[in-house]
């Protein structure tokens, strides 16, 4: 009897090491499924995220290149407008400067038939007194003829 017990108690001892054994391996089972599923969790969660910040990333460099865009186009508008400005104002400055190129050449032309106009008053005046002088010399010849005839009358 002692030996069906002891032989009873090894199988109990057997049997319960067996559980034992079958239970750690099931506990390994379930913290390594565990594991696994925590691992799946985080990498889904991680991924998720990932996709997030892409997204985010994408969304505002869109809006970042959008912005740039408009203030690109606002900028050539104001370049174009600017330009043309200047090309205006360079027609306006070419016209100007023919306008003056032109006042420039009447006035030299105003000056040369002021100095003619002054230079045949000259030449006039000088044709005038030397007629006046010639008239005066034949005057005074006559004069002096008339005298002389008068004097001679007189004797």
Known sequence: ALLGRIKLLEEEVERLTCAQLQQREESEQKHLED?????ELF??????????LVSNVYHEMGDALSKTIQVNDKLSCQLKTALAELESMQILL???EKDLSFAKREIKLLKYKEKMIAQRR?????????????????DEKTKAGDVVEETRETW
Do not use: P, V
Not at 35 to 39: C, D, N, R, S, V
């Open 35 to 39: 594991q696994i599923a925590m691992k």
């Open 43 to 52: 990498e889904k969660d991680f991924e998720s995220l990932r996709q997030k």
């Open 94 to 96: 070419q016209e100007r």
């Open 122 to 138: 000259a030449e006039k005046a000088q044709a005038h007194a030397s007629r006046l002088s010639k008239t005066q010399e034949e």
